[in-house]
């Protein structure tokens, strides 16, 4: 009787590299969020806490990552339980002095940041024109905001083609917290002074005539105590930092289903 032979499998064939540079990559889907530091978690926290109004200002971004903030940084400033209105010199200086020590105004001037006195963090409507005014121009840019009830809030902006908004977010920088305290704790006495002083210093309360023209720019809809911020004055903002033109519309925000999204 003849043995038949079983014939060996023939080798898998390897795919050829034309076909293997087609084949997407998936990733997975991330979202993002605002990590801020302990010494910026614990400066906004301060100046929510010991103002009797409002404070607005700027987040630093680490230069790894535009999400992480550094420091808090505070601009001169007119303050009430219900509007923030930069002076407009004072943030331009701002922006020069930090671009002297090389820091761009993407680091410096993107997250717009400011607190509320009252428990919500959630945006008025003049936060909400403010924002789109003053910030449709950049690549990028974030609002932070801090409650003195406790309550966060904090949007993401990217502009291009396509206007993109989303809610991300805000935590705390735990895993470097001990660190912090371990090699800032003995000057932090040192730098809650410098907070009390930049209040005294840089955040006033306007006079009552001032005041009057104030609330003339609020709708009757965001006179909530706690729940607004005025508008910041035009002029360097638009030529300097985002160069941007004379229209002052709107920007209708596009807010995506937050599982499509991909930073």
Known sequence: MSKSRLKPLPAPRTPSTSLMQVIPIIRPLSRPRLLLRPAAFMKLTYLCQAAGTEVGGFGLSSEADPLVLEDILLVRQECTAVTVVFDDEAVADLIDHMADGGVPPSRCGRVWVHTHPGSSAH???????????????????????????????????????????????????????????????????????????????????????????????????????????????????????????DDDAALDLEVPDERDYVL
Request: aromatic share 8%; with cysteine.
């Open 123 to 245: 945006p008025s409507g003049t936060d909400e024109r403010t924002f789109a005014r003053c910030f449709s121009g950049a690549d990028f840019s974030v609002m932070l905001i801090l409650a003195r009830g406790g309550e966060w809030y904090a949007r993401l902006q990217l502009t291009g083609p396509v206007k993109t908004a989303v809610e991300i977010p805000v935590e705390l920088d735990w895993a470097g917290l001990p660190m912090w305290l371990h090699t800032q704790g003995a000057t932090l006495p040192a730098q809650i002074a410098q907070w009390a002083e930049d209040l005294k210093q840089l955040v006033s309360q306007p006079t009552a005539r001032a005041f009057d023209g104030l609330m003339e720019l609020h709708d009757a809809s965001d006179a909530d105590i706690g729940a607004d911020i005025g508008p910041i004055r035009r002029g360097w903002w638009d030529e300097e930092l985002h160069g941007l033109d």
